[in-house]
DNA sequence: ACTCTGTTGAACTCATGGGTTCAATTTAGC
DNA sequence: GCTAAATTGAACCCATGAGTTCAACAGAGT
C-alpha cells in the first residue's frame, strides 16, 4: 500500500463513512470503531488520518457540505437560458432545488448542522457561508438579470431570491416533518408550482404576473 | 415534605432545568448530576420522579413546545379583530411572530428537536403536531374569516398561511445563522414588513394590493 | 531480498456518566 | 412529638467509548 493514491482513497472512504454514521447516530453517540466499520478500514488508520473525533466530524461535516453545494448551484442552470416560459422555468429550479433539499444526505446535514452548533460553532462557517449563502446569492443573480430584461420586477434581487427560497423550503420542512416524512413526487411539484405562483404574484413583471392563473 | 404541592414544584423545577440543561448540552452530553444541580435539587430525586434520562427528555421537550405554542397562538390576536389597516396587522403579527421564533427557548427547542428526532421519533408527535401545525391551522382560520369578508384573496388559506409562515421564518432563519446570532429589532421588523409585502401581492384583495408599495 | 511506510487487529488505559443503594435527614399532617 | 413519605449526599457498580500501544503484516520502490 502507501501509495499516495490509495491513501487519499482511504482518506475519503473514512469520511464518507463518518458522515453516514453521524447521520445516522448524531455526533455523540456515533463511535469511531462503528465510523472504521462503516469505511471497511481499522480503528487506528482513522486516527493515523484524523486526528480527534472532533476533526473528523469537521472534515466529514465538511466534505459533505461541498458536496450538497455543488448539486444546488448546478439546478439553478435552466435560469441561466431561460426559455420563452419563465414560469416553466422557475417551475423546473424549484423542483430540482427542492428534491435536493429533501435528499438524505441534504436532511441529514442539516440536522447534523442543528444539533451541534453548540459544540462546533467553527463548523457554521465552513457549512452556511458556502451554503444558502451562496446559492441565495447565485439565485439573486439570475434574478437581476431577469429583471434587468424586463422579464420579472425584482427590484430588490437578494430579498426576490430568499423569498423564492423560503416558499420553496419553508411548505417542504413542515410538510416532511423536517425531513422524517417522505414526500411524493406530485406533492413535490405541487409545492415548487405553488411557490412558482406566489413568488410571480410578487415579483412578475406586468404580462407575466398573472393575478388569478389557472387555480 | 411530602405534600402535592411540593411535588409538583420539584417536578416542574426538574423539568424547567432538564431544558435548559439539554439546550445547553444537548441530549448525549447532558449529565443527568448536572441537570439536578440546576433545578436545585439531588439526583436520586430526579430519578424518583422520572423514571430515565430519555423520558426526562421527552417531557421536558413536551412542556418546552407547550409554553412555546401558548405564546405564539397569543399573538395572532390582532388578526381576530383585524383594525381597517390589514397591512399595520399584518406586519404586528409577523413582528411577534417572528420575534417568538427568535426567542432562546423557541431557538432551542427546534434545536434538540432537530437533534434527536432520529433517537426519539415519538417526541415529533407530541411537539410538532402540537407546535407549527396548529399554528398554521389557527392563521389559515383568521384568513379564510379576513377572505370572507372581502379583505383578502386567500382561495385556498391553507396554502396562504404556509407562505405567510414561510416567508416570515425563513429569512428569519437563513439570516439568523440558525439562531446563532442575534438580530436587532430594526431587521426583525424590516423582515416582517417584507414578508408582508410579498404576501398582500399574492393574497390581497384588489384593492389592497398595492402592486407598487412605497418602496 | 531489503526497507520503509501505512495498515491491521487486539488488547489496554482511563474518564465519563447512567442508574442504584442506603443510611441520615427533612418535612407535612395528625 | 410521632409517623410516613420524600429528599439528600455519598458512595457504589457497570457499560460504553475515546484514544493508545504494539507486534505482526502488506506492498511499493530500490
Given at each position: 500500500m502507501a501509495t499516495a493514491r490509495g491513501r487519499i482513497d482511504k482518506r475519503q472512504a473514512i469520511l464518507d463513512g463518518a458522515f453516514t454514521v453521524f447521520a445516522r447516530q448524531g455526533y455523540a453517540q456515533a463511535c469511531v470503531q462503528e465510523i472504521a466499520n462503516e469505511a471497511g478500514v481499522a480503528k487506528p488508520t482513522v486516527y493515523n488520518h484524523l486526528t480527534d473525533k472532533a476533526t473528523l466530524f469537521r472534515h466529514a461535516m465538511q466534505a459533505a457540505a461541498r458536496s450538497v453545494l455543488e448539486q444546488r448551484l448546478a439546478a439553478?442552470?435552466?435560469?441561466?437560458?431561460?426559455?420563452?416560459d419563465l414560469r416553466a422555468g422557475l417551475e423546473e429550479v424549484g423542483a430540482r432545488l427542492i428534491r435536493l433539499h429533501a435528499d438524505d444526505r441534504s436532511c441529514a446535514l442539516r440536522r447534523l448542522l442543528y444539533a451541534e452548533i453548540t459544540h462546533f460553532p467553527d463548523i457554521l462557517g465552513l457549512v452556511v457561508e458556502s451554503g444558502p449563502q451562496r446559492l441565495s446569492q447565485a439565485l439573486a443573480d439570475r434574478l437581476a438579470r431577469l429583471t434587468l430584461a424586463g422579464r420579472?420586477?425584482?427590484?430588490?434581487p437578494d430579498q426576490a431570491a430568499e423569498h423564492f427560497l423560503a416558499l420553496l423550503i419553508g411548505p417542504l420542512e413542515t410538510r416532511s416533518q423536517m425531513g422524517t416524512r417522505q414526500i411524493g413526487d406530485a406533492e413535490l411539484d405541487e409545492i415548487a408550482r405553488a411557490a412558482v405562483r406566489t413568488f410571480l404574484h410578487a415579483f412578475g413583471a406586468e404580462g407575466v404576473s398573472g393575478r388569478h392563473p389557472a387555480g
Open positions: 439553478l442552470q435552466p435560469l441561466t437560458e431561460p426559455g420563452p420579472l420586477n425584482a427590484t430588490d
